[in-house]
């Protein structure tokens, strides 16, 4: 017996979960150099958001062509993902439609039937993708953002799924045996003529082929997601049960700066009071964001999930009107400032090393940052829970607290509120004077 | 229709000060007595001509409902919400530091307001700072009055039949999921409630969220008070409605950018209802 195949499947497996453990490790490091956050609570309210929003797919069909487009393409992701395991077994063993042996016909030929529709679906569904993406050009997927790697990495993933589902349905057509049982070949059997002509061994090669190519294909794929926006066919599951769960106009009041105003507020606190013996020597804590490291490691996660889709930005208010703030280029930002600071590791024995670079200034500029309105619609758009806007607060608190670069109008709002408690001018004791005007 | 806003009898309520009752937190310690809410005016509530109008409104109206309830006065200062949204956490915890002394010195449990920035901040970002109260917006409080009969609206108003579109202000709506109050108060009316393309949780900022209202927007190729009250006229209302002064006055201005203001008056829910009131 030829073990030939055997072993180059065991290795191409092998590989194919091997670099993709190695890639998922570095991302786990990269998600873990971001601030801790404690996401303990509200345990139930998380599980029901994981399971509402990333397994429901509930905000994905607020737009209900795109959204029922890609539930198609989800559930046909999941369901034919079955059909996988088959062929796992089938290429280490070397047998053939293993199930086949296991399962009775009828329900053998109900499993791949149902694949096969699903197969045709997701690749139409795909096209209507690629239709929209590239003939109808619809405004958010042609953002300034959106040139170069993101708008080919897209095409990419449509590509590959249309691939992946056509080798699915060739290997099914030119299967001899299987078009012979005549059960499950719903779509197939439509295929299967275009072969008719050709001599049998040649059906055969190509039906090798495409099962090859289709298993390979999967592999690469499955490598590909790192690389990729498409890596949040994965992290769409924890970042929507890690997302916000408080009411999304509550930000975070920082705990260092609460230390800080209730000692200055307590009058028995001695400003001048040396440190405790023996006390270790507190390294001041850094206001606000500057680089990916003073980012929440949930901010970061968020930064991976995003599969720049745009919706946050199609309803942002500042971009809507032309500015240069956009949502979703605060995300991608964040993803390759976070990626580049890993290469950075990388390449020096895992510490990071001053590359004189930061996200502030040489990803995200402060003009983006000034333009947002903190309205919450691209935290709502969001179908994965992402959370943009904290991340342009983060920025802006290190602007305003680290180095007082407000726009001077908001310099004035504030020494407004600190002399006499109102943004405007007016003196605090005129406070209840509209009552007699 | 030949509807013209000159025929809106709106009050100022100008030179009504004898009738309007405003007692505040001080004068009811004073008198040994706790009021049931303290109605937190805000600096815009306080200082802004315009909105000063919607104070007084909302006064009128608790006056009419005989609430018992008291505003800070003098020692009311800003939540700190601007602050907190440029970027200034050290200043926004010390406004709110301040004011939940203030607050828990007088004992306060319930506070109502007209400004969804201080009902967001005051419920949400004050209670982890020592500050626990039961936070409402306006709208939310006059629904209660209504339903529970403390106050009581004519068959037909002013407004009865009017076009009235609601624009949600986004402190109010996506921050804390607040749409219904303000459109079950319009129902009351009787008005024809017509609603713009973006509404509810897809509602358009007015655009002076995140301490815009104090700076120029940056670079761009429109306002965005100008976009959002392009979506108002779509509707062709009469009244564009709202619940914030933060937002009538972003309407107010992109209505008159539309130089419409002859056609269309801004109004506070507030408004709308003691102007209700026979």
């Not at chain 1, 990269?30 to 029901?48: A, E, Y």
């Not at chain 1, 607060?393 to 607290?401: A, D, K, N, P, S």
């Not at chain 2, 007088?106 to 901040?121: D, G, L």
Request: glycine share 6%; hydrophobic share 40%; aromatic share 10%.
């Amino acid at each position: 017996m030829n073990y030939i195949p055997n072993i180059l499947f065991a290795i191409a497996l092998i590989a194919g979960f091997g670099y993709f453990a190695k890639n998922v490790k570095t991302l786990i490091r990269n998600i873990k150099l971001g601030q801790d956050v404690d996401v303990s609570d509200n345990k139930s309210q998380r599980w029901k958001n994981m399971t509402r929003i990333a397994l429901g797919q509930s905000k994905m069909v607020k737009r209900p062509i795109a959204g029922f487009l890609h539930v198609v393409v989800y559930v046909g992701f999941i369901i034919i993902n079955i059909e996988v395991l088959e062929i796992i077994i089938d290429g280490l063993f070397g047998t053939h439609r293993i199930f086949l042996s296991i399962l009775p016909e009828s329900i053998y030929g109900f499993l791949i039937g149902s694949f096969e529709v699903l197969a045709i679906l997701v690749f139409i569904s795909v096209t209507i993708f690629w239709i929209r993406r590239n003939i109808i050009k619809i405004q958010r997927f042609w953002k300034s953002e959106m040139t170069s790697w993101p708008k080919n990495d897209a095409n990419y993933i449509l590509y590959f799924e249309m691939v992946l589902m056509a080798l699915f349905l060739i290997m099914n057509a030119t299967d001899v045996h299987f078009q012979s049982l005549n059960s499950g070949n719903i779509i197939s059997q439509y295929i299967s003529p275009w072969f008719s002509g050709l001599p049998e061994t040649s059906i055969q090669v190509i039906e090798r082929t495409a099962w090859w190519f289709h298993i390979l294909g999967i592999l690469v794929f499955l490598n590909y997601l790192y690389f990729s926006k498409h890596l949040h066919i994965l992290l769409a599951f924890p970042n929507t049960y890690y997302g916000k769960v408080k009411p999304k106009g509550q930000l975070n009041n920082l705990e260092s700066v609460t230390k800080e105003v209730k000692m200055m507020m307590d009058p028995n606190v001695d400003p001048f009071a040396a440190p405790a013996e023996g006390a270790e020597t507190e390294i001041p804590a850094k206001f606000g964001a500057s680089d990916v490291q003073d980012l929440s490691w949930v901010q970061l996660l968020n930064a991976y999930t995003c599969t720049e889709c745009g919706r946050c930005t199609s309803e942002c208010p500042a971009n809507l009107t032309g500015k240069k703030l956009s949502p979703r280029k605060i995300m991608m930002d964040t993803r390759d400032r976070l990626e580049e600071v890993g290469k950075n590791m990388d390449a020096n024995n895992g510490e990071f090393k001053d590359d004189g670079k930061q996200l502030l200034g040489d990803y995200i500029t402060a003009e983006e940052l000034w333009a947002c309105t903190t309205c919450n619609a691209c935290v709502e758009a969001c179908p994965v829970s992402i959370d943009p806007l904290s991340i342009i607060i983060e920025m802006r608190r290190y602007l305003v607290m680290e180095q007082s670069a407000a726009p001077v109008e908001l310099n004035n709002m504030m020494t407004n509120i600190e002399n006499n408690g109102a943004p405007w001018p007016y003196n605090q004791m005129d406070r209840l004077n509209w009552k007699d005007e | 229709m030949g509807f013209s806003v000159a025929n809106l009898k709106i009050k100022a309520y100008n030179n009504m000060s004898e009738q309007l009752k405003v007692p505040t937190m001080a004068q009811c310690m004073a008198e040994g007595r706790q009021p049931d809410i303290l109605f937190w005016v805000g600096a815009a509530g306080s200082y802004d001509d315009r909105a000063k109008k919607i104070t007084k409104a909302f006064v009128k109206i608790l006056n009419k409902a005989n609430v018992d309830f008291a505003v800070l006065g003098t020692e009311e200062s800003s939540t700190g919400d601007v602050a907190k949204r440029a970027g200034n956490e050290f200043l926004f915890q010390m406004q709110a530091v301040t004011n939940i002394e203030v607050l828990n010195a007088y004992e306060v449990k319930r506070i109502v307001t007209a400004c969804p920035h201080s009902f967001n901040t005051l419920k949400n970002e004050y209670p982890e700072l020592g500050g626990q109260y039961q936070v409402q917006h306006h709208t939310e409080f006059i629904n209660e009055l209504i339903k529970s009969g403390k106050l009581s609206i004519g068959s037909s108003s002013q407004f009865t039949g009017k076009r009235i579109t609601f624009h949600d202000p986004c402190y109010l709506g996506r921050a804390n999921d607040v749409y219904e109050a303000p459109r079950e108060l319009l129902k009351t009316l009787g008005v024809e409630l017509v609603e713009m393309k973006r509404n509810r949780n897809s509602a358009l900022c007015c655009g002076a969220g995140g301490a815009q209202m104090f700076k120029e927007p940056e670079k761009g190729d429109k306002d965005i008070n100008v976009l959002r009250t392009e979506d108002a006229l779509e509707t062709k209302p009469n009244i564009i409605a709202t619940g914030c002064p933060y937002c009538n006055t972003m309407m107010t201005d992109g209505v008159k950018a539309k130089e419409k203001e002859d056609s269309i008056k801004v109004l506070d829910i507030a408004e709308l209802i003691a102007n209700s009131q026979e």
